[in-house]
């Protein structure tokens, strides 16, 4: 990794200066032209192959979706030297998403909070973006990760991730249905088992005639929230393999404020991620793993922001990990750090 992002603890105090969403966009750009001027080479990290939803990783440290939403840095951020990326989410059409300022942070607790809203550009620019990139060519395990539009009702929520699935199939590796957003009215509600249930029937048997279409069987992950009883964990842990759900991605943000009251913009409205979604995320990667046992890929995702996090995930039943808010926090040091405890954990 080049001395640009060994620099990142010296450059953060001026990124953090900056508002959330500015800050986001200048450190993208700032990747990407590091990246296409030749400064940086992809990182090439020993490595630790793992099996995840008939897929062989190169290791088990990822990209948690989010941070790319319109797949424009795929080659860029796959230089840092994830096993696999998952990039979106994209929704059929284009949408702004929800009115500016929606994205805080809380450095005491080393979080964020997002209303974001799957502000994304539509899935012709994604797709675009998508086949441009070379990261697939080059062995990267690429996974894309779709929603359904704010405007579209929730009881046609079906055809939005339809659409998305056959518009992403034929370029992804594995496509993750993401139901658990806070931040797009009712989406959660799609957790329910029986609105679970039906969603991923339709899904399943699109994904039986795209398989025959393109001659390849891509994986179905979903993702879900950190906010589910134990009966809910249940329920999703029995009713993903009995539809042919691959694997779970676990978990997005939180809407507890507990770990963050009387904090600077606690009170906003949103999806809290990082440091206090850790023991949550943690306490479903468990109950889906003893639930599931084999039947499902975890992929454990939420408050890593040191290596013996991701590897206390891997302890707990995840298969791989994904980063996000500690990328903010750590910068990309954070990637090897993890694969190095993970590697260690499994030797």
Not at 218 to 239: G, H, M, R, T
Request: net charge neutral; glycine share 10%.
């Amino acid at each position: 990794m080049s001395a640009f992002f060994q620099a990142y603890p010296l450059l953060r105090p001026a990124l953090f200066a900056l508002e959330p969403e500015t800050a986001h966009a200048l450190t993208l750009s700032t990747l990407q032209r590091v990246y296409d001027m030749g400064w940086t080479r992809p990182s090439r990290a020993p490595d630790r192959p793992v099996a995840l939803m008939g897929l062989t990783l190169p290791n088990a440290v990822g990209l948690a979706a989010g941070l790319d939403k319109n797949g424009g840095h795929i080659d860029a951020l796959g230089s840092l030297g994830f096993g696999f990326m998952e990039i979106g989410t994209v929704t059929p059409r284009p949408q702004p998403g929800n009115p500016l300022p929606r994205l805080f942070r809380l450095p005491r607790a080393e979080a964020l909070i997002n209303r974001m809203g799957f502000n994304n550009d539509g899935l012709a620019v994604f797709l675009a973006n998508v086949q441009r990139s070379g990261y697939r060519a080059r062995g990267g395990i690429l996974g894309l990760n779709i929603g359904k539009n704010a405007d579209t009702p929730i009881d046609k929520a079906a055809d939005d991730y339809l659409a998305g699935l056959e518009a992403v199939y034929p370029h992804a590796d594995y496509v993750t249905i993401n139901i658990s957003s806070p931040n797009t009215q009712n989406l959660r509600s799609l957790q329910g088992a029986d609105e679970l249930s039906v969603l991923l029937r339709q899904l399943d048997q699109a994904r039986d005639t795209l398989a025959a279409r393109h001659g390849r069987r891509v994986p179905l992950a979903v993702k879900i929230a950190p906010d589910l009883d134990e009966s809910q964990i249940d329920a999703i842990a029995d009713l993903l393999p009995r539809h042919g759900i691959d694997g779970v991605i676990a978990t997005n943000t939180t809407l507890s404020r507990d770990a963050v009251r009387g904090l600077p913009h606690a009170g906003e409205a949103g999806g809290l991620s990082g440091t206090p979604v850790r023991e949550m995320s943690l306490r479903v990667v468990e109950r889906l793993r003893r639930q599931a046992g084999n039947a499902l890929a975890i992929v454990g995702v939420g408050g890593i922001l040191e290596g013996r996090h991701a590897a206390e995930k891997i302890a707990a039943g995840a298969d791989a990990v994904q980063l996000y808010t500690g990328l903010i926090y750590r910068g990309p040091a954070l990637v090897g750090e993890c694969l190095s405890a993970v590697s260690r954990l499994r030797s």
